[in-house]
C-alpha cells in the first residue's frame, strides 16, 4: 500500500528564511505521480507540483524549489526567501501508475512565516 | 465563475437533519470527487464520478448519499450525520481518471458541523 509521511506537522520562520518541508513517499509501483499542493486559510488546495517517477530533475519556478530523490524515497519542497504569503497548510501526495484519482495524501505541514 | 465552486461554506446541522452540499465546476472536465478532510488526519477520498458514474466509493457509510447529474455538478447529501462527520469537505474535479498526468482542481471546501 502506498504512503505518505509529512514529519513536519509544524514550523514557524521568520521572513526571508529558507524553509524546506519534508515529503517521504512510500510505494510499490515503479510508475507513480507525486505532488505537491498548497492549503491557504481560505480551504481550496492549489496544486503547486506534478513529477512523475522517471524524472528525477529538480525543478524551480520562482522562489519554490523541489529536491526528488528516488533513493531515499524524498520530495522536498524548498521555499527560499520565505514570506508571509506562503503561510498555509502544505500537502504532498501520491498516486500509482494509471489510478492518477486515487491520491494518498500526507498529513500536511502547517508553515507559518512571521514577519 | 471559474474554477470549482462549493455551498454552502458553512454549515451547522443536527443529527436528525437532511442537508446537501453542492459542487459546480466550470472548467470542462469529465470527473469530479468528494474529498473529507478532518483535524489532523490526511485527506480522505469519498468517491468519484467519471462522466456522471460513479466509479468509486471508498467504504463511506450510508449516511452519506453523493449524486452527479451531469459532469459540472455534484451533490451529497447528508442525513442522521453523527458528530465525528464533522469536518471539511472538499470537492475537486480533474479531466478523466485514466491519465496519471491529470491534475485535480480543488474547490474551497463546506465546512460541517454536526450537533
Known amino acids: 500500500a502506498q504512503k505518505v509521511t509529512q514529519a513536519q506537522t509544524e514550523i514557524s520562520v521568520v521572513e526571508k528564511e529558507d524553509v524546506t518541508l519534508d515529503c517521504v513517499y512510500e510505494t510499490r509501483d515503479t510508475t507513480y505521480y507525486l505532488f505537491w499542493y498548497k492549503q491557504p486559510p481560505s480551504g481550496e488546495l492549489v496544486f503547486l507540483i506534478r513529477?512523475?517517477?522517471?524524472?528525477?530533475q529538480n525543478e524551480i519556478s520562482g522562489r519554490y524549489s523541489w529536491n526528488f530523490q528516488k533513493s531515499t524515497s524524498s520530495f522536498n519542497f524548498t521555499i527560499t526567501a520565505s514570506q508571509v504569503v506562503d503561510s498555509a497548510v502544505y500537502f504532498c501526495?501520491?498516486?500509482?501508475?494509471?489510478?492518477?484519482?486515487?491520491?494518498?495524501f500526507g498529513k500536511g505541514t502547517l508553515l507559518t512565516v512571521n514577519p | 465563475e471559474t474554477g470549482v465552486t462549493q455551498t454552502p461554506r458553512h454549515l451547522v446541522m443536527g443529527m436528525t437533519n437532511k442537508k446537501s452540499l453542492k459542487c459546480e465546476q466550470h472548467?470542462?472536465?469529465?470527473?469530479m470527487y468528494w474529498y473529507k478532510q478532518s483535524a489532523k488526519k490526511p485527506l480522505e477520498l469519498m468517491f468519484v464520478y467519471n462522466f456522471k458514474e460513479q466509479t468509486e466509493n471508498n467504504s463511506v457509510p450510508s449516511r452519506f448519499s453523493p449524486e452527479c447529474p451531469n459532469s459540472s455538478h455534484l451533490f451529497l447529501h447528508l442525513h442522521t450525520l453523527q458528530p465525528e462527520d464533522s469536518a471539511l469537505y472538499l470537492c475537486?474535479?480533474?479531466?478523466?481518471?485514466?491519465?496519471?498526468?491529470?491534475?485535480?482542481?480543488f474547490g474551497a471546501g463546506s465546512r460541517l458541523t454536526v450537533l
Open positions: 501526495a501520491l498516486s500509482e501508475g494509471g489510478s492518477n484519482y486515487k491520491l494518498t
Open positions: 475537486a474535479s480533474s479531466q478523466g481518471v485514466s491519465s496519471g498526468a491529470n491534475v485535480l482542481t
Open positions: 472548467l470542462g472536465h469529465n470527473a
Open positions: 513529477r512523475n517517477s522517471f524524472d528525477e
